[in-house]
């Protein structure tokens, strides 16, 4: 029995079947590729939607006048804004990429059980509907309609399952489908990322939907134990935050370690050390599993405060270092080689900073003495880290683009949108670390509900700035769609490896046909394009 489905194409000649043939292909496609860029594309509309939200938000927190949001909706579509964010961008984002890219890379001719992915891409969508269709009828936490309260919890739970399905194919075929001869040291460092976010997303998200079921059973019956509809939010609260959030940052962070070779021309001399700080990023994953948010205690006893420090260094402060150790690599590989300009790069190692930013961010939240939990420094945390993953994504659909589509898209359409979504990201985060020292509350979106003047002073100002960066954000992902688009339309093809690839996907044609490779070729090291080229054209 083979964990790959090779019979799953549309007959040949199906372009002639109209658009409702065509549309039923992408439908029903167990392509990886397909499925990859449909499960990016609704990833990215998300993005669009919770940045729409965050504008909102931001205009809300101003000061009383607004009055954009009445105070029942306001704790609803606040879990709607952090839905969006975490369940409706990071985690399909990190994880539609791994889908679409990694089968090329390992030199398989299709995704590990492609109808389980396909099912994943439908499960987390339908998913994602229930919960916007539950919070709109007044069915999110807190809300007060007991049947879409129910719905939203189902939805949460069916987007979850979606994802670790997704994710169980992108393991199963780094595990069992790689090339012949491909070791698993001799792995890309994106399909070595995608392995580890994809372990460690199928360790944490049952989690999710455990609490989701004694959630569900409490609110059906006594809601006496969990608090009912009041305490969803609290309850899976630990799921849509950091350290949970890393998770996923481990996908976006080796796309960084792939991409910067490639753009220096050189090999990676450091790829141990890349290889332990993406696996170093997945510890985060020991916060979701065991649902808290280890906090270095400074408030008692000296012995206290050293018992505490141990877990909060691994919790916090390991995925941190994974973070700097792939952005130290990244750098040193660029001045080993002879870099070019590059709009994915730029996108891939800004944007993993802006995730490093968050991962700091995350673990000085933790520390008592910051007095920050509760407080909108946490939202801070989380934006900065899916935003960077958003811009970490941007860089590798231009680096696929090739083989996802057939065409390179202008360097000249894309590099001036790096300043753009970078400012936006910063705008929509920073902000939130300053008011968070003012004690602004997460949970509130009503400038009358908190305990501070919201008038007074620079605070309104600072929730302004954070409106104006996720405007900037959504403008962004607009911007980077249209590019895409107008390359498609404009019909110039891409080159087999118009980037001078390393690995195995730029050895097929761009874009790469439904099965991938026409032959299997062995592969004796973890760079077998670079090695196949003229010793002449080699860099060292």
Known sequence: ???????????AGSARFGLAAAVANW??????????RLMVGEALVAAVAAAVLGVLIGLERMGDGYSIFDGDAAPQLLALFRYLLVFGTLAPLALGIAVAVVPMQVGSRA??????AQFGFWAWDLGSVMV????????GPGGGNSDLVDMYLLGVAL????????????ATTVLTSRAPGMGADDVPAFSWGSLVGSVTAVLTLPVTIGTVVYLYVDHTYARLAFGGNKAVADHLHFALTQPATFVFAAIAVAVLADIAPVTAGARQPLRAAVFAGVGLVSAGALGAVTQSQHVLSTDGSTGDTVSSALPYLIFNGLPVLGALVVLGASLFVLKVGKPKVSASFAFAFLGTGMVFVGMLGGMLQNIEAAGLAGTVFEEGATTYVVYGTVMVAVGALLHWAPKLWGVTVPQGKTLPLVGLVLLGTVLSSFPNYIVGFADQPADAADGGLFMYAPNSGTVGLWNGLTAVGHALVALSVLAVAGAIVSALRSGQRAGDDPWDGHTLEWAIPSPAPHDNFSALATVSSPEPVLDAKPKSEVPA
């Open 1 to 11: 029995m083979t964990t790959i489905d090779t019979h799953a194409s549309a007959p």
């Open 27 to 36: 439908v029903t496609s167990s392509d990886h590729k397909k499925i990859g």
């Open 111 to 116: 995704i590990s059980f492609p109808r389980l």
């Open 132 to 139: 916007i269709i539950s919070i709109i009828g007044n069915g």
């Open 159 to 170: 987007a979850a399952a979606g994802l670790a399905a997704a994710a169980v194919s992108v």
